[in-house]
């Protein structure tokens, strides 16, 4: 089992910039790979990023690339992401994720979950 908690949501104005945090506890971080996904009001949840198990891999959705940034510290089992730019459009729960395979942008292909932090860009 891997235990996932993200943290640093918050209300931002358009334009700003927020970091989420997603700590890590269980087995062994470095052993995963890591995705962010968010949830918009109405809407499905969707595929943002994800990192590979060392860090050296990076994969976004078209939406966000260029904006977000996700990096790990598997020294401290954490993974990141650095938000832009945002707009309300990036207005959603966003939770993080682990799997065992770089790359993958379902749902399905992830086997660990956090429960999510609210993030709101106001215009």
């Known amino acids: 089992q891997v235990q996932l908690v993200e943290s640093g949501g918050g209300l931002v104005q358009a334009g700003g910039s927020l970091r989420l945090s997603c700590a890590a506890s269980?087995?062994?971080?470095?052993?995963?790979?890591m995705g962010w996904f968010r949830r918009a009001p109405g809407k499905e949840r969707e595929f943002v990023g994800c990192i590979s198990r060392s860090g050296s891999l990076t994969h976004y959705a078209d939406s966000v690339k260029g904006r977000f940034t996700i990096s790990r510290d598997n020294a401290k089992n954490m993974v990141y992401l650095q938000m832009n730019s945002l707009n309300p459009e990036d207005t959603a729960v966003y939770y993080c994720?682990?799997?065992?395979?770089?790359?993958?942008?379902?749902?399905?292909?992830?086997?660990?979950w956090g429960q999510g932090t609210q993030v709101t860009v106001s215009s």
């Open positions: 994720a682990a799997g065992s395979l770089y790359g993958r942008s379902l749902e399905r292909e992830y086997d660990y």
């Open positions: 269980g087995r062994t971080f470095s052993n995963y790979a």
